[in-house]
């Protein structure tokens, strides 16, 4: 992990966290993959631990808009557009600024 990197979601597999790094990488936005290596020590966490998509601090809300955005339903988590908090899978409107939904 580099410094001053978050990470904006954890994907089950290498092949989804690479096609979330595409869409990123595709809207000029470094994004890198991230491994917990704590599986070496407790492999029978493999399966929760998943595979994160970091990214820099700045680009990190830009970054969910993409991937949450690309969600398909809609009904997943989703990022407030006005303050950038992540709003609650269901509801329309910010839970903290009211802003809602786009
Ligand atoms: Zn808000």
Redesign the pocket.
Same mark, same amino acid.
């Given at each position: 992990m580099r410094d001053g990197m978050i990470c904006v979601e954890t994907y089950g597999s290498e092949l989804e966290a690479e096609m979330a790094l595409g869409q990123l990488q595709a809207m000029g936005i470094t994004a890198v993959m991230g491994r917990d290596d704590s599986g070496g020590m407790y492999p029978q966490l493999d399966q929760v631990v998943g595979i994160s998509v970091l990214v820099y601090q700045e680009d990190a809300a830009q970054a969910r808009a993409i991937l949450t955005g690309t969600g398909g339903d809609g009904s997943g988590a989703w990022t +407030?557009?006005? +303050? &950038?908090?992540e709003?609650e899978p269901g509801y329309d409107a +910010?839970?903290? +600024? &009211?802003?809602e939904r786009m």
């Open positions: +407030c557009p006005a +303050c &950038g908090e709003g +910010c839970w903290k +600024c &009211g802003r």
